[in-house]
């Protein structure tokens, strides 16, 4: 079974500086997909990034960027120029490739942006 | 084009009850997840419909039942209600299985 591991419950940054997301993850696949997830007070989930396990290129959305070292099964989310809309918790997701493939989640971080 | 929908959004159940959910896909979307969020155990996975077939399940007791519907619309029923079911229950579509999800804003159930 896949497992999906953030450690780090909270984490608080000053505005416009730049924060890293931790996540590790367990599997015994070789092909699958790494995501991460926004999840704001509001409650909607939004995608904010995925990474194909195939590929070495590390995933960018703009000021999003993943660190995806995947010998070290570690998947980090890097929020440059932090702004007061990135508060919210953040999850990271786990899914192999394959039809009847879940997404398995970790336990969250919730992130504050300080003004 | 308008996204997942969730009905109703909030609900207040007492222990025993039964409970349906009712979860609309992006249109043209065949696939349907739910998933239980609560504080403790964070996201979990109950089950996923494609074409009006189960697919996939996750580990939850048999009182946790879906289903969907020839336009891709799923219910989640859960019966007998236990106040452990308190959660916000999140479901997804993607146009196929194991596609990209996209979530609704959720249904918050309270059972008293």
Redesign the interface.
């Known amino acids: 079974a896949q497992t999906v591991t953030q450690s780090q419950p909270e984490m608080s940054v000053q505005e416009a500086e730049t924060v890293t997301l931790s996540c590790t993850y367990d599997t015994s696949e070789s092909n699958y997909y790494l995501f991460w997830?926004k999840q704001p007070p509001?409650?909607?989930?939004?995608?904010v990034i995925?990474q194909e396990a195939y590929k070495q290129q590390n995933a960018t959305e703009n000021r999003f960027s993943v660190n995806f070292q995947k010998a070290a099964k570690s998947f980090s989310l890097k929020i440059s120029d932090s702004q007061l809309g990135d508060t919210a918790m953040y999850?990271c997701a786990f899914?192999h490739?394959?039809?009847?493939?879940?997404?398995?989640?970790?336990?969250?971080i919730t992130l504050s942006v300080r003004p | 084009k308008a996204g997942v929908t969730q009905t109703p959004r909030y609900l207040i159940k007492t222990r025993g009850q039964q409970v349906t959910l009712s979860c609309s896909p992006i249109s043209g979307h065949r696939s349907v997840?739910w998933?239980q969020q609560t504080p403790g155990q964070?996201?979990?996975?109950l089950f996923?419909y494609?074409s009006e077939t189960q697919?996939?399940k996750?580990n939850f007791p048999g009182r946790f039942s879906g289903r969907q519907f020839s336009n891709s619309r799923s219910e989640m029923n859960v019966s007998t209600l236990e106040l452990g079911d308190s959660a916000?229950y999140?479901c997804?579509s993607s146009l196929?299985?194991?596609d990209?999800?996209?979530?609704?804003?959720?249904t918050r159930l309270t059972v008293t």
Do not use: C, D, W
Not at chain 1, 97 to 108: D, I, M, V
Not at chain 2, 100 to 106: T, V
């Open positions: 997830y509001s409650r909607q989930m939004i995608l995925r999850f899914r490739t394959g039809a009847n493939s879940k997404l398995t989640f970790g336990k969250g | 997840s998933y964070g996201l979990q996975f996923e494609f697919r996939n996750g916000l999140l997804a196929v299985s194991g990209e999800q996209y979530f609704g804003p959720g």
